[in-house]
DNA sequence: GTGAAAGCGCTAACAG
DNA sequence: CTGTTAGCGCTTTCAC
């Protein structure tokens, strides 16, 4: 290798080895110096000091993880870093760890299971302290085992999974899956939809095990509130798998013939973008002749003619506390799991109003 | 710390020794198994794979990347991972590092030079295999000069940083510009404001040097197309810093007074989201008493109403690209340093007409 | 095809 | 306060 690596790197970098030499000490006192631990003398400090950055030294933190078995490293591994609420959640994530001395692997797992397994084992190979996930599977939780059984901690985000009873940061999808559906019911609706881009071969049936548990509560949340409402069959208006046949398009189906929804609760607000474009495209006005609401608040949700009511998640603070609690488990803390449940909070725009009477 | 480590990890993680003894096979042999070089007997492989999947080992890469010197891993610093543009680009990079069997540690630079110098430096002692950075700024390279110093190759995308001579992936933000602009004038404006939020205490002058070179490429491509038009110090047109005053203060004040501009030239769709706030509020209709165009193609763009004419940048591809020729890089290419221009395209919508007569 | 031993750069006892 | 000596877990000559 050196030979190679002489050639990419041009000369080779410097060590504590050198600079000890360079200093005329020890290597274990430019190293204690250098890394700022044990005892030195202010003068040899001074003198190693200047030995270091006359040879242009940069510890390896590498080798010092060797050591000491700290890498001072968090691996977060999200469905995909372009969906805003990832990039919010991992922002949040990024902050709370870099003030602590931390700094983020990242991976994204396209939702996908096997994608996710391999990132998890690339993560646990670079010996990262902990892991944040935002589990790809609610249910099936054999890629977080080997997390377990590594013995790092482990802090879930946005999605749950119960059977593991580990620390968890999540919102309160199902009151705000309510509310918003209660918003609806209140202006008149009982035709309403509600749609998730979340695989799922078949339709929905009532109490089924959903992969993941954030759109499991808002489902759940969703026929509650109408249930409470009189409506029957509520689940009959849960329509999930929606990227399979294209949100715009079911939009579409949902919106026409007679037996067309009044109102859509969309679960994201990149499915609250589809059925706005299928809206437009078809020609109905929100909120005559359709009521909108969502989750997240997305900016174009507030620039949209007109604006969208939307259930807002304090993402960055999903984000940030799930670092929180993974870093008080890397200093060691054994309290039992905890699972934080953050607020949701509502932002009334225009996009609802009483169903239109010939529809 | 085997102690404390024991403590944590419950037991030790198994290594090649463990598994060298567990399938009665010298530590050598075991590494070549389970590493899959050297030459091993199949009967003796099997073996070892047994006795590595019996124990649950996990190679420890980083143990790797000492004695080889590669870590597979490359560092990826970026102004804020929650700016959409950013976090497409990321994901363009983790893509295509990821296909090429490297991982990704990313760092936000908040586009603060310290906070640069600092999340390199850490990047470096991390071992990277190469860096790809969105440089804070494109006239000082004090940061970027110790990933030269270490040797490990460096792609800078999004901004130049021409005194480097390093590989670069950009977009063609000049003729975007000027395209953009044209398309203003060409509707009858004279009175074009440009509008970026790039820190810059002192009023713009000409032929200024700006830390940003998209910036400073659009500049010029907005000025060239104001000069080309006959308007006279089209540096006067020029509204850098809008960050400190706010993007809708700033937008406002544009928008009234007998001096008010008519059109509104973004430099990217935060900027744009602000002037498109201020216009509402002040119940300016767009297009009629106000044109406004803007780089990038973001959501709220196509579902704002007008649609907001933007100039759209491959923004994938040039994080994808970045990642293409740091990799090829790190597997030794020696060519000398390229930089690549991605074309723009402008995506045509509502947001611009003529200038109204009545202001 | 397999084994023994050295070494990557650092930290961590343990002496002095 | 400083130096010596072992490792951390892996790869890599070099013999056999």
Redesign the interface.
């Known amino acids: 290798?050196?030979e190679?690596?002489a050639a990419?790197?041009?000369?080779r970098?410097s060590t504590v080895a050198d600079v000890a030499s360079e200093a005329g000490v020890s290597k274990a006192t430019a190293a204690r110096a250098l890394g700022d631990y044990g005892a030195v003398s202010d003068a040899v400090r001074d003198r190693v000091v200047a030995a270091a950055d006359r040879l242009?030294y940069?510890?390896?933190?590498?080798?010092r993880?060797?050591?000491?078995?700290r890498?001072n490293?968090i691996g977060i591994v999200v469905g995909?870093?372009?969906n805003?609420f990832f990039?919010?959640a991992?922002?949040g994530a990024?902050?709370v760890a870099n003030d602590a001395g931390f700094?983020?692997?990242?991976?994204?797992s396209d939702e996908d299971g096997a994608v996710e397994a391999k990132a998890i084992?690339?993560q646990?190979?670079?010996?990262v302290d902990g892991l944040l996930v935002a589990a790809a599977s609610s249910i099936e939780s054999a890629n977080l085992r080997?997390v377990i059984?590594?013995?790092?901690p482990l802090v879930l985000f946005d999605r749950a999974v119960p059977e593991l009873g580990v620390d968890t940061v999540i919102a309160a999808n199902r009151s705000g899956a309510r509310d918003l559906t209660r918003l609806l019911v209140e202006a008149g609706h009982r035709r309403i939809a509600f749609v998730s881009t979340l695989a799922h071969p078949t339709a929905f049936q009532r109490s089924e095990l959903l992969y993941s548990s954030p759109v499991a509560e808002r489902v759940e949340g969703f026929t509650d509130a109408l249930a409470a409402a009189g409506v029957s069959r509520p689940e009959a208006f849960v329509h999930l798998n929606a990227r399979a046949e294209g949100v715009e398009v079911l939009a579409r189906r949902l919106l026409t013939g007679s037996d067309a929804v009044t109102a859509v609760v969309a679960s994201d607000s990149l499915v609250a973008?589809g059925v706005?474009?299928a809206a437009?495209e078809l020609g109905l006005q929100i909120p005559r002749e359709l009521s909108l609401v969502a989750f997240d608040n997305?900016?174009?949700t507030?620039?949209?003619?007109p604006g969208i009511t939307v259930m807002a998640q304090p993402i960055h603070e999903i984000g940030a506390e799930a670092a929180r609690l993974l870093i008080r488990r890397i200093r060691?803390s054994k309290e039992p799991a905890t699972t934080l449940v953050l607020d949701q909070h509502l932002i009334v725009r225009e996009s609802v109003a009483a169903p239109s009477r010939d529809r």
């Open positions: 290798m050196s190679e690596a990419t790197n041009g000369r970098e242009g940069r510890p390896n933190a590498l080798a993880t060797m050591s000491t078995g890498s490293t995909d870093i372009e805003m990039a919010k991992t922002r990024a902050d700094d983020l692997i990242l991976s994204n084992g690339v646990l190979a670079k010996r080997p059984d590594s013995g790092r973008l706005f474009r437009r997305a900016d174009w507030q620039v949209a003619t060691g």
